[in-house]
């Protein structure tokens, strides 16, 4: 045995190991570190799911109901001596009538109805009954009656609305207790609701007109439709995309590939960057001051919403089309150079078609995020209550419209009830129209992908 012997302990005392095998404390620790790191995005994740899940149950729940609509089908008789007196078909005569002048119409078909039937409910009187049918009733038929005056003397069968408290009651809203309560329906009237819906006059079912129909009054919130909205954000969107997309296209290859870098160009380029996190209200107010008092557009036109949103979205477009144009490689724009293509060839025949999956992709999320905005809407007047549709292109762009968002704010500041279930299923609607948008964008990505 020699005298030098091997020294198997650190200064510390503790044994030291040198084998891979034997984890040490240091490693214990990194390992245990990572774990927790590991817990903590996995929680991460599984309280936004939570959330998310809460939030979708939430909207679904409420929202959901909105689809469906309960209707009373009967026969109702167009009565010439009220709708005609002259008898003569004159439109310009038959304008004349009022939706005082239907009411009575409607009154008596439904009291024959019942009597046709054998319903009948005690404390219910004809006038009463009539309460259950919606008051957009009268001027559903005034307009047939307009648009098609050669059934005046026969009887038609028509689809009219419930009211509000009806429908509300096979949605769960109203219940018998609340009636005793409510000055706008009684017990008894929701026993003949009852009645009407086993004798198959009153159903639900699904409500087309959420989708076509134009807003309603406070007094009617189940004819309450989306109609002018989707056609007003549709017009927005449609000129924020003609607009937005070719500037900031071109924005972003001028200060990319022919801008020279001084101060003036960073100067622009940190701007840029600024303008994407101004807070929406902003540029609804730089709106409202050049937009409409200086140029004097109409409020609550298209136009105006989406030149507001245009000046939104293009930082947006223009960030992710040069962060697309950089994840271009130099070698292509050598390349093209190299076997004597001009700049501008380089530029549109090589190194944009490459771009294009990003360039579409920050262009359809710049929509996605001004579809749902309301702020600037809301201050250049789009919160108006419009019924009327806007024309067709290009004068329906400076008519009075809404816009899906404007419109959900609408209705969740009324006080009845079915108004919060119309302004959820308008947020399923918005909420659709989101995830389509983003679809096209992962379609668009994988269709003009292309490897180098």
């Known amino acids: 045995?020699?005298?030098?012997?091997?020294?198997?302990?650190?200064?510390?005392?503790?044994?030291?190991?040198?084998?891979?095998?034997?984890?040490?404390?240091?490693?214990?620790?990194?390992?245990?570190?990572?774990?927790?790191?590991?817990?903590?995005?996995?929680?991460?994740?599984?309280?936004?799911?939570?959330?998310?899940?809460?939030?979708?149950?939430?909207?679904?729940?409420?929202?959901?109901?909105?689809f469906r609509q309960t209707y009373v089908t009967m026969e109702v008789f167009l009565d010439a001596a009220k709708l005609d007196k002259k008898g003569n078909r004159n439109p310009a005569d038959i304008e004349k009538i009022t939706t005082f002048t239907i009411q009575p119409l409607l009154q008596a078909a439904l009291k024959k109805t019942m009597e046709e039937r054998g319903i009948a409910v005690e404390g219910v009187d004809a006038?009463?009954?009539?309460?259950?049918?919606?008051?957009?009733?009268?001027?559903?038929?005034?307009?047939?009656?307009?648009?098609?005056?050669?059934?005046?003397?026969?009887?038609?069968?028509?689809?009219?609305?419930?009211?509000?408290?009806?429908?509300?009651?096979?949605?769960?809203?109203?219940?018998?207790?609340?009636?005793?309560?409510?000055?706008?329906?009684?017990p008894q009237q929701l026993m003949l609701a009852d009645e009407l819906k086993a004798?198959?006059?009153?159903?639900?079912?699904?409500?087309?007109?959420?989708?076509?129909?134009?807003?309603?009054?406070d007094t009617r919130p189940e004819a309450a439709g989306l109609g002018v909205a989707i056609i007003g954000s549709a017009y927005m969107m449609l000129i924020v995309l003609v607009l937005a997309l070719p500037i900031g296209v071109a924005a972003s290859i001028y200060l990319e590939e022919f801008a020279p870098q001084n101060r003036w160009t960073d100067l622009i380029e940190v701007n840029i960057s600024n303008l994407a996190a101004v807070p929406s209200i902003v540029f609804g107010i730089l709106g409202l001051a050049i937009f409409i008092n200086f140029a004097g557009l109409p409020q609550s036109a298209p136009i105006v919403g989406a030149l507001v949103l245009t000046l939104m979205t293009l930082p947006t477009i223009?960030?992710?089309?040069?962060?697309?144009l950089?994840?271009?490689?130099?070698?292509?724009?050598d390349a093209a150079l190299g076997v004597g293509a001009s700049k501008m060839q380089a530029i549109f025949h090589h190194i944009l078609p490459?771009?294009?999956?990003?360039?579409?992709?920050?262009?359809?999320?710049?929509?996605?995020?001004?579809?749902?905005?309301?702020?600037?809407?809301?201050?250049?007047?789009?919160?108006?209550f419009v019924r009327e549709y806007p024309g067709a292109p290009p004068e329906g762009f400076f008519d009075p419209a809404s816009a899906l968002p404007v419109q959900v704010y609408n209705w969740t500041q009324r006080g009845d009830p079915a108004f919060v279930e119309r302004a959820s299923g308008a947020i399923i609607v918005l909420l659709i129209f989101l995830v389509i948008m983003n679809a096209i964008a992962i379609l668009l990505r994988r269709r003009f992908e292309r490897r180098w």
């Open 127 to 186: 006038k009463t009954a009539f309460e259950l049918i919606s008051k957009e009733a009268a001027a559903q038929l005034r307009w047939f009656v307009l648009e098609n005056p050669e059934y005046i003397g026969e009887s038609v069968t028509f689809d009219l609305l419930a009211s509000g408290r009806v429908d509300g009651y096979y949605k769960g809203r109203v219940t018998m207790e609340s009636a005793a309560l409510d000055r706008n329906i009684s």
């Open 354 to 384: 490459l771009a294009a999956p990003g360039i579409l992709t920050g262009t359809i999320i710049g929509l996605a995020q001004a579809l749902g905005e309301t702020a600037p809407l809301l201050l250049i007047g789009m919160v108006a």
């Open 326 to 333: 950089k994840a271009v490689p130099p070698s292509i724009n």
């Open 1 to 66: 045995m020699t005298e030098v012997t091997a020294d198997t302990t650190t200064a510390l005392g503790r044994p030291k190991s040198n084998s891979l095998f034997q984890v040490g404390e240091r490693t214990r620790k990194r390992h245990a570190s990572e774990k927790r790191f590991k817990m903590m995005g996995l929680a991460a994740v599984i309280f936004s799911i939570i959330a998310l899940l809460g939030l979708m149950t939430s909207i679904l729940s409420n929202g959901l109901s909105s």
């Open 199 to 217: 004798a198959g006059i009153l159903e639900s079912r699904f409500n087309w007109s959420f989708f076509t129909a134009p807003d309603a009054s």
């Open 318 to 324: 223009i960030i992710a089309t040069r962060a697309a």
